[in-house]
C-alpha cells in the first residue's frame, strides 16, 4: 500500500505542477514550484506545498492558486487514472525561507 501511495503522491506532485507551469493563464501569478504533496489514505484530499520566486507577496500568490484550484483539480482528473481526484489544499512552503534564515544566523556567528 505505501508503495501505491508514493507513486500516486509524486503523480500529483508531477501533473499539478506541470498544470500551473503549462496551463494556468494568470499572468499575476509568478514563478511556482511545487516541493511536496502530501496525499491522505483515501486519497480524497491532497495538501500541496508551494514555494514561490520572484514574489514578496506570498498570501496573494496563495490566493491565486486556491482561486484556480477547480480548474487544477479538474485537469489533474484529466491525466490521473483514480477513482476520486483528490481535493487539493495549497500550502506555502517555508523551508527555503528557514534554510536561508539559518544560513545567515551562521555567517554572523562564523564572524565572531
Partial sequence: MANREQRIKGLIEKNVSEIIRFEMKDPGLGFVTVTDAEVSNDFSYAKIFVSFMGSDDKEEQ????????GFIRSGLAKRLDIRKTP???FVYDD?????????????????K
Fill in 95 to 111: 523551508t527555503l525561507d528557514k534554510a536561508m534564515h539559518l544560513e545567515e544566523l551562521l555567517k554572523k556567528v562564523e564572524k
Fill in 87 to 89: 481535493e487539493l489544499t
Fill in 62 to 69: 496563495l490566493a491565486r492558486l486556491n482561486k484556480a484550484k
